[in-house]
């Protein structure tokens, strides 16, 4: 097959800009948001932003070690990246650290690795394959569909039992848009998604903080020292920031008034500085950052890449919903659910996973784009959904052979 010939860039350099202004924002409204409880706690101002940077620069080695990667290779390898995904979401729960009530994080001395949000890449990976190689399965059998129950929902219990019901809704809504973009029938969601919702239902009036968290999210100012505090100091963050904002660095809310002020609510100090107008900049920055993301799912999809398309969709579907829970949480319209705002607020194993995904898109980007039809190569990593298939299948023959003959081989016997 002819490479495209051109002399474009071999990377998105669109995509890429639009995350560096992200990222780059995200560092200096992390110091700003910081400073205060930095000095306080650490007497260090620099410290998160210090740890910020580090988790920046590991992400960045790990996304150009995922960048050489084959796309095969991450289909052929999506049960062990959710076998180890799996594993260190049970070791959370066994040697985790617990902050705040909840054991999410696993201790690694720079920082504390949160196994979740591994999870939720290797689960759009894992889709992405699975839903390439049973694409006629998934649209013609439940059975196919039922099939993920298992995994995902141990994957399910495991994340509630930190508990982190957010990344579990995130993930659950990962899985349906997934399936519904592959083509899967309505109905099947019918059969899945009622019974879901019952049952997520259940475990969230199960638990005391979480009915707190909906009394406060309806009308914070009944407990407005205690359930609804954090809420109203976000408010008012919000509101004293007008049109343009109080200034970079002249935050009132963030000399330890409002709480998690450079972690989940940095969105609010960020409105307080930058008022109305920056705000608006900023949600523009995501809307552009989310529109790329679906451009180059299209793109994937028009030169038969259904497991890059696929993939890229979920990674478009992780970054909206994150977004949107996290700025929507920030101006009180759904609850607190405790998810980061991508690549800007505090939180090394965010900033790490989010990296790799974008990595693992703009590969797909690259070989989209100059290798329009993967039909016609001969290249390992451009092989058509089919070939894959029919990879497995030979692979699995192979291996059922071999196996075969070693149980008929008779021992050897030596000579005399």
Do not use: C
Not at 28 to 38: H, R
Not at 107 to 119: A, D, I, K, R, Y
Request: no cysteine; hydrophobic share 50%.
């Amino acid at each position: 097959m002819q490479r495209a010939q051109s002399n474009q860039p071999k990377i998105d350099l669109t995509l890429v800009g639009l995350l560096g202004t992200v990222v780059f924002i995200g560092l200096v409204m992390l110091f700003s948001a910081s400073i205060a409880y930095a000095e306080e706690r650490y007497a260090n101002e620099f410290f998160f932003v210090i740890r910020q940077t580090i988790a920046l620069g590991l992400g960045l080695v790990a996304a150009y070690v995922v960048y050489q990667i084959p796309l095969s290779t991450w289909i052929h390898r999506r049960g062990g990246l959710l076998l180890l995904s799996l594993l260190l979401l049970v070791a959370v729960l066994i040697v985790g650290m617990e902050i705040n009530g909840s054991k999410r994080w696993l201790p690694l001395g720079v920082f504390n690795f949160q196994p979740s949000e591994l999870m939720k890449f290797s689960v759009i990976v894992f889709m992405a394959a699975y839903l390439t190689l049973h694409k006629s399965e998934v649209s013609e059998s439940f059975t196919a569909v039922l099939r993920l129950a298992l995994p995902f929902g141990f994957m399910a219990l495991l994340l509630i039992l930190e508990p982190d019901f957010g990344s579990v809704m995130v993930i659950t809504m990962i899985i349906v848009g997934m399936l519904l973009i592959s083509g899967a029938p309505y109905r099947f969601f019918v059969y899945t998604i009622i019974p879901m919702i019952g049952i997520l239902a259940a475990l969230l009036l199960l638990e005391p903080y979480r009915i707190a968290r909906l009394t406060s999210f309806f009308d914070p100012w009944q407990d407005p020292y205690g359930t609804g505090y954090q809420l109203i100091q976000a408010i008012l963050a919000q509101g004293s920031g007008g049109w343009t904002g109080v200034g970079l660095g002249n935050s009132v809310q963030k000399m330890l008034y409002l709480p998690d002020a450079h972690t989940d609510f940095i969105f609010s100090i960020f409105a307080e500085e930058f008022g109305f107008l920056g705000v608006l900049g900023l949600v523009v920055l995501y809307l552009a950052v989310i529109y790329r993301l679906f451009r180059i799912a299209y793109q994937a999809k028009q030169a038969n890449y259904n497991f890059g398309a696929l993939y890229v969709y979920g990674v478009s579907f992780w970054f909206v919903l994150q977004v949107g829970i996290n700025m929507g949480a920030n101006l009180g319209v759904i609850p607190t659910k405790g998810l980061t705002l991508p690549l800007f607020s505090y939180g090394g194993s965010s900033m790490i996973l989010f990296l790799i995904a974008f990595a693992l898109v703009l590969k797909v980007e690259h070989v989209s784009r100059f290798y329009p039809d993967p039909k016609n190569s001969d290249d390992y990593d451009l092989k058509t959904d089919q070939e894959f298939a029919a990879e497995d299948e030979e692979k699995k023959a192979e291996k059922a052979v071999k196996k075969t003959r070693k149980v008929r081989r008779e021992p050897k016997t030596r000579a005399a």
